[in-house]
């Protein structure tokens, strides 16, 4: 529905609700005038989880934002708001990227920041919804997470695979210099795979 209603419209402005009334909507004009002001996306953000399962859920999400803002080296207040007013000309870049499920709010996020876009987040109510949630907190946290990981490998695979790098090699310079003390100048194997290791993330993240 979001990918086609996107295509379909014919505004220069694309906002995107949910239909449960869990979202201010007579927001919407607040977040299309922020767009006036040079912004390429304003995302509603919640000041509270009004959701099923909050146990689960809010440190789940807490987990994935902080995730995806080191990943995208950008603060995110609220990662998977469904209220949002977008630039259509920037979206339809970007819409072969949108899963089926509830990803597609935190890919159209994600590949505005990983692209340069400026997104801008004004702080909402959240309301209980009205109808029952189809919202699985394993199963669409695990794509959540999944969706994060694949598009941050697409626009910055560094941020993913550098870090290990970095800590495969220090760990090779670590046991190289044990072996030199403990084993006189002879270099064991796993000391050879770390280093091949680091060097093969590295080299993959490059790629």
């Known amino acids: 529905a979001r990918k ?3 295509r379909a419209a014919r505004g220069r402005v694309v906002v995107w609700t949910d239909v449960d009334m869990s979202y201010p909507n007579e ?22 989880e009004q ?3 909050r146990a689960a859920r809010v440190p789940a999400k807490w987990l994935l934002r902080r995730l995806a803002s080191y990943l995208t080296e950008t603060r995110i207040p609220d990662l998977n708001s ?10 339809l870049q970007y819409l072969y ?15 505005f920041l990983a692209n340069g876009y400026t997104v ?54 670590g046991k190289l210099a044990y072996d030199f003390t403990a084993y006189h100048f002879h270099v064991a194997a796993d000391t050879i795979v770390l280093f091949l290791a680091g060097v093969a993330l590295g080299l993959l993240g490059l790629v």
């Open 51 to 53: 959701g099923t399962k």
């Open 120 to 173: 801008r987040y004004v702080p909402i109510d959240y309301f209980p919804r009205a109808g029952r949630s189809k919202f699985h907190w394993w199963i669409d946290t695990r794509r959540y997470l999944l969706q994060i990981v694949r598009m941050v490998l697409v626009y910055n695979p560094l941020r993913v695979f550098m870090p290990p790098a970095l800590v495969l090699l220090v760990a090779g310079v």
């Open 97 to 111: 990227l949108l899963p089926r499920g509830f990803s597609c709010v935190t890919t159209i996020t994600m590949a």
């Open 82 to 91: 469904g209220l949002r007013a977008f630039r259509r000309d920037v979206a």
């Open 4 to 6: 086609a209603g996107t």
């Open 27 to 48: 927001e919407i004009p607040n977040l299309v005038k922020e767009l006036d002001q040079g912004w390429d996306q304003v995302v509603g953000a919640r000041r509270t």
